[in-house]
């Protein structure tokens, strides 16, 4: 069964940091890996879909990189800001859309 | 953009209750799918369904069933609640295929069973 980790559980950076957010998979046998954020009580917010073929994808401050040999993915947030404190997941896609998530990384980013 | 909603953001019920959780989706996706996450347990899948009228069991199917009669709409049922069944449960949808099926999510339903 796959599993998806997330490390660190939790991250706290003061503004205009980088961030850098992990994830690792243990069955390479993926269809796309997705990262989504999500506020206290709130649902998941999607930031980016990286198909299995791609090995990176870029939107705004967010650049996400994936590597399925070694089984990771690596979510980066450029120049912090308060607005990106949160809580990121790593979801791994397999068939019928379906997706294992990891336990997520919350993120303080303190001005 | 893809608006996928559900119909309540709380809810509390009583244990023994049937409850019904709706879920509407904008964007004519085939799949459709209920999660619920727990702290320390993160999120973990329900059931899922790829068509009308079509299911399949996720993880964690006990105590649930789900209902899809229109592609619309995926409804999730407890059909005995218990105090266990609290939770944090979300809704989402993804188009069919095996490459782009970016899921997008509900807002969630915050579920209290006293």
């Known amino acids: 069964k796959q599993e998806v980790t997330q490390i660190p559980a939790a991250l706290s950076v003061p503004e205009g940091e980088n961030l850098v957010l992990n994830c690792s998979f243990t069955?390479?046998?993926?269809?796309?890996l997705q990262w989504f954020r999500q506020d206290p009580g709130k649902g998941l917010t999607s930031l980016l879909l990286?198909?299995?073929?791609?090995r990176e994808q870029t939107s705004g401050r967010l650049n996400a990189s994936l590597d399925k040999s070694s089984g990771r993915s690596t979510l980066y947030i450029a120049a912090s800001q308060p607005g990106d404190s949160a809580t990121y997941l790593c979801?791994?896609?397999?068939?019928?859309?379906?997706?294992?998530f990891g336990a997520g990384t919350q993120v303080v980013v303190t001005p | 953009d893809v608006k996928v909603t559900q119909s309540s953001r709380y809810l509390v019920k009583r244990t023994g209750e049937k409850v019904f959780l709706e879920c509407v989706q904008d964007?004519?996706?085939?799949?459709m799918f209920w999660y619920r996450q727990d702290p320390g347990l993160g999120l973990r899948l329900i059931y899922f369904?790829?068509?009308?009228?079509?299911?399949e069991k996720g993880d964690i199917p006990e105590g649930y069933s789900v209902s899809r009669e229109k592609k619309e709409r995926f409804s999730l049922i407890l059909e005995s609640a218990s105090t266990n069944q609290t939770s944090m449960y979300l809704c989402?949808?993804?188009?069919?295929?095996?490459?782009?099926?970016?899921?997008?999510f509900g807002q969630g339903t915050r579920l209290t069973v006293v």
């Open positions: 989402a949808s993804s188009p069919s295929g095996t490459k782009n099926t970016e899921a997008f």
């Open positions: 069955d390479s046998a993926i269809y796309n």
């Open positions: 990286i198909q299995s073929s791609q």
């Open positions: 979801a791994v896609g397999a068939s019928w859309g379906k997706f294992q």
């Open positions: 964007m004519d996706h085939e799949n």
């Open positions: 369904s790829y068509d009308v009228k079509m299911k």
